[in-house]
């Protein structure tokens, strides 16, 4: 067994860009090269798509994805881990399948990763309170699209131990899927809380690929970053002993190093005493980075407590539609005119009859990032959106199309408007399920080479 | 109000560096410092009672602060900040991505000590 284990990013969330995957892919000299697709809600969507095809489910990009990074990672010896089974990893592995044998490769040796999926466990449960709310789970079960339990490393670790090249899960917390690959390379277990600290850690900063390396960073003459259209993703080298090394693909744009690591360990964190994974409680208020070299960074003083006896289950359910329209204005008197506009699509929607719980007028240009405050200037030029929440889907489509109607029925000189017509909202909620309630499993496709 | 005239004018934004992340309707900005003095003024100056004040008309609070001293750090969890949740929200911005940004705006050249 080899003293170090190199771990990469291929993929930060599922719509993140595709080439720099297959530059690490090519370049990186990965061990296991790691690709993280599941946002809190995306596989709400993924069960919906799947109820429609059983076939279905899986991320979408799944089979752009392999195309990307399967031949570079066949000719280098890189196993691939990822979540983009989401609703459905078994389908994923036969699309991954199909995939190696239009690129005339050898049939992939895959492992799907199953038990997330807790849906029904989560319907018979009776007791269930939301962590957002604390109001009975049983509120939202009758819109209830999915319910997904995080599964930990130990799932990944045993998906690995099949010999699979290609792992597939559905949910799975985002450092665990890096940190999966450690504990089966290595060994480490679950009484060793310094090395899963320190996988876990190395695992949070690499799950969203070039926030690490300078994505999210660049403010010209104050914060550069060097060649960010060429942004490479980022890799760990881990050691036997724990010790992680953080760098990027080699030849790429991006930088990495203490600034960048610091945004990115401090990403979605709460408390950073403890910020809890499926594999520990992690602490990471004693965390420092060393600079090793230029892009080489060693990330030390992670600690860790062991794990809780619960697993996260994010609950998917629809919660009514979402209309939103937008309009623009320039020049003179700009913003009050679309302020008029704003009042006029209020009053022709209330004098059509219909009432919205929630409705949110923004001037884009002004207002709708950081809200309204006193004594900001005018813009010459302001962009009037309006959005509003409502359970009928025909209220939220007359959202956009009383924006549109103020290209000839508005104020003076608006330009330029669309409706982005309906949204059907998928919201979530979390509860907790005992960790014996939840039990992962490991089938595999195809036959080990 | 201050203006660019004067010469102790400290935005966040000359101390520190921010990202901004969700989680549910919470958001959290980290506030890392240039140097060690930048570290001093922002441990006095942004408190949490600061923050919440620049942040009352988009976000409900409260506001809680957590320091990293090693890395010159500050993580500020925002409760009630991102119009109901990520996955529902109306806004244009339902991560609050752009957040941070609004952190390094706050002026503390002319605030008494917040608390």
Redesign the interface.
């Known amino acids: 067994m080899n003293n170090f284990v190199r771990v990469g990013s291929g993929a930060g969330m599922a719509d993140d860009r595709i080439a720099p995957a297959q530059a690490i892919a090519e370049r990186g000299g990965l061990d296991y090269l790691v690709m993280e697709c599941l946002a809190?809600?995306t596989i709400a969507r993924e069960t919906l798509d799947r109820s429609k095809d059983p076939s279905r489910g899986y991320t979408p990009s799944l089979r752009q994805r392999i195309r990307a990074v399967l031949p570079a990672c066949r000719a280098n010896g890189t196993r691939i881990v990822t979540n983009m089974g989401a609703a459905n990893p078994r389908s994923a592995a036969a699309v991954i399948a199909e995939e190696a044998q239009a690129l005339g490769l050898a049939t992939p040796f895959s492992a799907v990763v199953l038990g997330d999926d807790v849906a029904e466990l989560v319907r018979g449960e009776g007791g269930l309170a939301t962590l957002?709310d604390g109001l009975p789970l049983e509120e939202i079960l009758p819109r209830m699209a999915s319910a997904n339990a995080y599964l930990g490393a130990d799932a990944v670790r045993d998906a690995l131990g099949t010999g699979a090249e290609i792992v597939v899960t559905g949910r799975v917390a985002d450092p665990s899927l890096f940190l999966g690959p450690m504990l089966h390379h290595f060994g480490w277990s679950y009484d060793d809380l310094d090395r899963l600290a320190a996988g876990t850690v190395a695992g949070h900063l690499l799950e969203c690929s070039g926030q690490l390396t300078g994505g999210?960073?660049a403010?010209p003459g104050?914060?550069e970053v060097e060649d960010l259209a060429g942004l490479g993703y980022p890799f760990a080298d881990v050691s036997m002993d724990g010790r992680v090394t953080l760098s990027k693909t080699p030849q790429s744009g991006g930088r990495i190093d203490?600034?960048t690591c610091?945004?990115?360990?401090?990403?979605?964190?709460?408390?950073?005493?403890r910020y809890i994974t499926p594999d520990c409680v992690l602490d990471?208020?004693?965390?420092?980075?060393v600079q090793r070299g230029k892009d080489r960074v060693e990330v030390v003083?992670a600690a860790a407590r062991a794990r809780t006896d619960s697993y996260k289950v994010v609950v998917g359910y629809f919660?009514g539609y979402?209309g939103?329209g937008e309009m623009g204005f320039a020049g003179i008197n700009a913003v009050a005119r679309a302020r008029l506009g704003a009042e006029v699509v209020k009053e022709r929607l209330s004098r059509l009859g219909f009432v919205y719980p929630?409705?949110?007028v923004?001037l884009?240009g002004m207002s709708?990032?950081?809200?309204?405050?006193a004594?900001r200037p005018e813009p010459y030029e302001v962009r009037l959106?309006i959005?509003?929440?409502s359970n009928d889907r025909t209220a939220a489509a007359a959202v956009g199309a009383e924006v549109r109607g103020l290209h000839m029925q508005g104020p003076a000189g608006a330009g330029g408007g669309y409706s982005l017509g309906v949204q059907e909202?998928?919201?979530?909620k979390?509860v907790l399920l005992p960790r014996n309630r939840v039990t992962h499993r490991v089938e595999t496709i195809g036959h080990a080479h | 109000m201050l203006t660019d005239q004067a010469p102790a004018r400290k935005r966040v934004y000359d101390l520190a560096h921010a990202r901004a992340g969700d989680k549910g309707n919470t958001s959290n900005i980290s506030v890392i410092a240039y140097d060690e003095a930048a570290w001093e003024l922002l441990s006095e100056r942004l408190t949490e009672k600061r923050v919440a004040r620049a942040f009352h008309h988009i976000a409900g609070g409260p506001v809680r602060r957590y320091a990293l001293p090693k890395l010159r750090a500050f993580n500020f969890v925002i409760e009630n900040a991102l119009g109901g949740g990520v996955t529902r929200s109306l806004a244009q911005d339902p991560h609050g991505k752009s957040l941070s940004t609004l952190m390094l705006t706050i002026d503390l050249a002319d605030e008494d000590r917040a608390d």
């Open positions: 809190e809600r957002e999210c960073f403010d104050r914060k203490r600034a610091t945004e990115q360990l401090l990403y979605e964190i709460h408390d950073p005493s990471i208020t004693g965390v420092d980075f003083g919660d979402i939103i929630e409705m949110r923004d884009i709708s990032l950081h809200g309204d405050a004594s959106r959005a509003a929440r909202v998928l919201a979530v979390s």
